[in-house]
């Protein structure tokens, strides 16, 4: 028994030994023999013959000097195709230096290994050129498949020079693996770019470095503002028919446009276009930035808020004006703008977009609401203080109630101007009373950001409970977390269904990012048609399907009262109890006509 347990203790030492040695990495890619010299010829070319090629940045006509061996025999002749690929990189290479001296660099990309194209169907052609490639994913991974340059500006590594460096900034791509980028100085261009082009694995991925060896770079592209220079070199693959190496130069089709386009370096974290410029005066007076347009402490979060703000309306506001300029008939320029923010704060958002229209050269009036006659008294000193670009912005004192009086009184006047209301964080129902107001006053655009949801979630409560056990959503609604933020949903929806039937196109998104605040929902409104009454006889066939989906959707959360609908006279199927108080605001009991 002790032999027999011996000699099977060997034979399993002799079979992990036999494992091993297949498996090792030396075999991991199949190389052909044609493959095997070429790539030990030109890592030996460089090492022993580089410095017999140095072709001048200026002159790219530079010929190899001659050694002593270059007449021998077949060995030397076997290579000359790889000293002609020697001599082609370093043209090339002097051609990226000259383009950086003469500040026309634009772009360098050195091309690897291609994504094999997906054959639809398999033939023995497609089958022998994917493996040839390494098409599947396995045989590719840690494969480059590009090295991306561009020039940047980067700080000296000298810490007693603050001064800006230009250098050369390279991004390795592989096949299923991680990007790496590394920054050269222009001293190592002429060093480090042969090399990476006959050799390939100077930076290698998780993966390893055989991948890359295997592999080597098979041609590169220089974009110039004039021209683009095009390195062909000997394909790593085994084709049929071989090229040669080959460097050509071709005027480039978008001159025009690049020199159009011409920058400097960019700095290494690229500067982010936005539309509010950070060293603004308003911003400054507000006390958002400083001087030199960082952010106070406490204040980068309000800085992005005002900078998405304008983004998001700015880009609604020139949308507007386009398809008025496009439909309207009068010879006017432009319409004038009246923006009214309801609950307006301190102001942040009120100067920003007023700023931002004044620098589109818009006509622009823009209002300010709101109940504390402090901050009012405050905002208007500041608006004062910045000048005649600000001479349209006033703050006042009042209430969004207040407002929709003024509305609806307003209602049947005709009007030219492009109206804008925006209500963010109008707390419960004084959301639904902006929207009501801009429906009534006819404004083309409604931006709003609701807060708080009181008036819905205790009837869906209510409703939970008389229906808990036949509901449809009764696993969803027995948590309280879910039935708050179904509140939220229902109410957000039924007052988009209720713009829809006012005539407006409706949005709904996440306004910033949550981390910010959780009342992160923008809902915006753009109107589509010039008589917003549901209820006349042009728009009543249209219309009545979105109200029977109102009264679905609010059938479903039990919710029989929504301020926006008592407004609208839409029924959900209860009687509001602040009927009385509302009729001391409107007008005729309906929704009024509104003729634009």
Known sequence: MYGIHLILCYTNLCLFLIGAIIIHPSHAFCLTQQQQQQSSARRSLLKGERQQIQPSIFSLSATPAKSDDDNASSPEQQHSGDKETLLVVHQFVAHVQESIQDKTFSSLVLRGVPKPKKAKKKTSTTIESSSTLGSTANSLRGVIRQVQGRLILSNNSNKNNNEKVVMLQLTWKYHGATDICKNLSLEEIADVLPKLILEAPLVASEWGAEAIATNPIQGAELQTLTHVVDLQLVAANNKKKTKKPKLTTRVSKNKTKQQQQQQAPTA??????????????????????????????????KLRQCQKFVEIVGRLVDKVMEDHNNNDDDDDDKRPISVVDMGCGRGYLTFSLHSYLVSKLYAIKSRGIDVRPKLVEEISGIARSLGKDFDGLQFEEGTIEKFVAEAEKASKEEKNELG?????????????????????????????????????????????????????????????????????????????????????????FEFIGGEHTSKNVMITAVKTRKNTNWRDDSNKEMMEPIIKRIQSLAELGGIKQQKLAEWMDIDLGGVSPTTAAKAKLRMPHQMPPIQR
């Open 420 to 508: 804008v209301m925006i209500a963010l964080h109008a707390c419960d129902t004084a959301t639904d009373d902006a929207i009501w107001s801009g429906i009534c006053s006819g404004a083309s655009l409604l931006i709003v950001a609701p807060c708080c949801h009181k008036q819905v979630r205790p009837q869906l409560n209510s409703h939970y409970i008389a229906e808990s056990q036949t509901h449809p959503l009764a696993d969803v609604l027995k948590y309280g977390v879910y039935r708050e933020r179904m509140s939220e949903t229902i109410t957000d929806s039924i007052r988009a269904l209720l713009l829809e039937a006012a005539g407006y196109k409706v949005q709904v």
């Open 268 to 301: 290494h974290d690229r500067e982010k276009q936005v539309p509010l410029n950070k060293t603004a005066d308003f911003l400054q007076a507000l006390g958002v930035t400083d001087a030199n347009g960082k952010p106070k402490q406490g204040m980068k979060s």
